[in-house]
């Protein structure tokens, strides 16, 4: 836009991004690039800078405000939000059915054929936002129902709620009313990045969303990938004319707002039990958790003929999935041994289906976690289990407990080689400290060496790599690239055809890259992240193994401990040996370009990457964004100022466009 822009230009600008926004977000289906997008914002951006007094409140750089907020205030709901029955079986279901056909008492009519809107009941927080004259103008929880908090602020930050209403005929007050959540991908990629930040890590995305929403400054909370789904209206003025729930539901995603496409309008007990199986064998691959379904009945005169019972809709039921918690005995705590010692306790437990899956392990996590829970074998638990998370004891019913139990006892010695153990000061975990003479930690690590970001040898998996060390064929890494194949085809359930193809997978690993290296090496604290600096900047294994201290801590993200890691694993002649056999079988990469000033046209930039990349690996792609002179950043913020955007880029991208950083693609990276 030029110069000559007038305020009707910026306002129309507007309207285009909200637009654009609109069909991305809600009708899932994109008009323009990201860069066009992205071109429009920055134009919006400078339209702003040049005319501070045009900005309104509903442009998408509006979205963010400065100042964290004291605390939050009190809402009061203009009108109740309600809770919902519950149904747990098909029996329930056909009851509720029925019992919504006799109320409304007509003669004749066949309970078989009344329409429900079946949703699925999202895990999230409840939230009613309201609109006036088209404007966002309060978010609040739910609270106890009748008084929630006021969360504008966090509520604005959510890229998929608009600030202000689509269309001409908007109503002059407009509640609606639905659900926040954190999508699965998001929170996963979330909870990592935490992790390397030395953040909370949350247990759950419902928690996740929670803890998000509660966040005093709104910077934090745009930082969160967070989703809404809207599911029923509050006050509407002046009233609107939908006859239908279904009818409600299309019209508030007419205004702008993002409704769960898996909503459907079914018919009688039959239709919902339909809809709850066909959810429920979509919900492991859903992009958010759900607890179960929702139907309501979809006339809204019956709803209204039907009416309230103290906090719930007669007119609406939930109906819950098999809970994913469940309570069992534990037969015994057992200790298991990581490859760098960390000794965990495992309770073994009596079978037991959570959440339509049998367990019978779950973690105890470490001594302080089973001394805080007090976990004691005999004791009966409740266990939980959410998506593919490794499931947890939760707690102890101490009223079940019986007489003669005694409190768990750490071993002292490692229960794979006997060595003492050790607890180091301010460490929450005991480790077997005998290293690679430990047979657990020596079938640790060769696994790790072989997983799939190390050097990824394709037919080796743990269960073989446990035989081959128990059969004594290797003690170290190096010892497989030794490995013949009549050794191999001697093995219990080892055809000549997957000796073969291990063989070959242990050849074809020989070509790898530095980094790829360095991170199999298993060296403590030297995650993939790590293992690529050291390699960037050292650029050769000599040198990372000479490195000193003050070199090690002059390289950027690596502290005290990590540097301490890195050289004690380095002046242990043990680790020379295993490093040379394994360069002297072949190991080999390419050499890493020295970067000089002319080839870094990304220097001083900050650089995020997401989404999946085809051609490289995630790895790479960072290698070559710092080989180019970037600085690699796991999260987006101000001073990020270009992002690399990958299929499938969820929340990063969205807030890239959100501050108007640059987006460039995977061919972008590549061709440079
Ligand atoms: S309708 C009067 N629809 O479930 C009806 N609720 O136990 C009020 N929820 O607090 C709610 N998905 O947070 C409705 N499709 C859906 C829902 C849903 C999730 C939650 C909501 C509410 C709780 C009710």
């Known amino acids: 836009m030029t110069q000559a822009a007038s305020r009707e230009d910026y306002l129309e600008l507007i309207r285009h991004l909200n637009e654009l926004a609109y069909q991305y977000y809600v009708l899932d289906e994109p008009l323009v ?178 803890g998000s929403l509660r966040q005093l400054d709104p910077k934090k909370t745009a930082q969160r990938p967070l989703a809404f789904y809207a599911y029923s209206v509050g006050v509407v003025e002046p009233p609107h004319e939908q006859t239908s729930h279904s009818e409600v539901l299309r019209w508030i995603q007419s205004l702008g707002l993002p409704v769960n496409h898996l909503n459907q309008v079914v018919q009688g007990a039959a239709g919902c039990a339909a809809f709850y199986q066909h959810i429920g064998q979509q919900r492991e691959a859903l992009n958010f958790d759900i607890d179960g379904v929702v139907y309501k009945v979809n006339d809204l005169a019956w709803q209204e003929a039907l009416g309230f019972v103290t906090k719930a809709p007669r007119w609406a039921t939930a109906h819950k999935f098999p809970a994913e918690e469940a ?52 004791d009966t638990v409740f266990v939980r289990r959410a998506g593919d998370v490794i499931p947890e004891v939760v707690k102890v019913v101490l009223a079940k407990r019986p007489v003669d139990t005694q409190a768990f ?5 490692c229960p794979v080689c006997d060595t003492p153990l050790l607890r180091i000061e301010g460490e929450a975990v005991w ?29 080796l998996g743990d269960k073989l790599v446990e ?17 013949r194949l009549s050794q191999v085809s001697g093995l219990e359930r080892m055809a000549e055809k997957s000796a073969t193809n291990l063989l070959a997978g242990i050849e074809a690993s020989k070509d790898t890259t530095l980094p790829r290296f360095v991170f199999a ?48 694993y380095f002046d242990n002649e043990d680790n020379q040996a295993v490093i040379q056999a394994l ?65 499938k880029a969820g929340s990063k991208l969205t807030k890239a466009q959100q501050l108007g950083v640059r987006v460039v693609d995977e061919d972008w990276l590549l061709q440079q």
């Not at 997401?610 to 999260?635: C, D």
Request: proline share 5%; net charge negative; hydrophobic share 40%.
């Open 33 to 210: 690039a990201d860069a066009e997008y992205d071109q429009l914002y920055q134009q919006l951006l400078a339209l702003e800078g040049e005319h501070p007094d045009w900005v309104s409140s509903d442009s998408p750089t509006q979205r963010v405000a400065d100042q964290p907020l004291d605390k939050f205030h009190p809402v009061q709901h203009a009108m109740p939000m309600l809770s919902l029955g519950n149904v747990f079986s098909d029996e329930e279901l056909q009851d509720f059915v029925e019992r919504v056909s006799n109320r409304l008492g007509k003669a004749g009519m066949d309970p078989g054929t009344i329409d429900f809107s079946a949703e699925p009941k999202l895990d999230g927080l409840a939230v009613s936002i309201r609109y006036e004259q088209g404007q966002l103008v309060q978010a609040a929880t739910r609270g106890d129902g009748t008084t929630g908090e006021d969360i504008t602020a966090n509520i604005k930050t959510i890229q998929s709620i608009p600030l202000s209403l689509r269309g001409e005929a908007v109503p002059a007050v407009f509640e609606v009313r639905g659900e926040v959540v954190m999508p699965r991908d998001g929170f996963k990629q979330y909870n990592q990045w935490a992790a390397e930040h030395e953040e909370k890590v949350f247990a759950n995305p419902r928690n996740a969303a929670a």
């Open 327 to 378: 309570t069992t005995v534990v037969e015994n705590i057992d200790v298991q041994v990581g490859r760098t010692g960390s000794i965990t306790p495992v309770a073994r437990l009596q079978p037991v289906t959570v959440g339509g899956v049998t367990v019978t392990n779950a973690t105890l996590h470490n001594e302080d976690e089973i001394r805080r829970k007090d976990v004691r074998v005999g």
């Open 409 to 413: 006892a750490m071993p002292s010695h």
């Open 431 to 459: 480790r077997c400290p005998a290293g690679l003479t430990c047979d657990a930690q020596r079938k640790e690590s060769i696994k790790h060496f072989a997983s799939r970001k190390a050097m990824d040898i394709e037919g």
């Open 467 to 483: 035989q081959l060390v128990d059969a004594g064929l290797i003690n170290t890494p190096a010892d497989l690239f030794q490995l």
């Open 521 to 568: 090496l298993g060296i403590r604290e030297v995650g993939e992240a790590t293992a690529l600096t050291l390699a960037t900047h050292l650029q050769t294994l000599p040198a990372i193994m000479a490195a000193d201290t003050d070199a090690l801590l002059a390289l950027p993200d690596i502290g005290e401990v990590v540097a301490q890691k890195i050289r004690q």
């Open 583 to 647: 360069v002297d079988a072949g190991i080999h990469w390419p050499a890493i370009e020295v970067p000089n000033e002319s080839s870094q046209p990304l220097q001083d930039q900050t650089v995020v990457l997401t989404g999946s990349l085809s051609r490289m690996t995630r790895a790479e792609a960072k290698q070559k964004l710092q080989a180019l002179g970037a600085k690699v950043t796991g999260s987006v913020s101000a001073k990020t100022t270009l992002l690399v955007a990958g299929e």
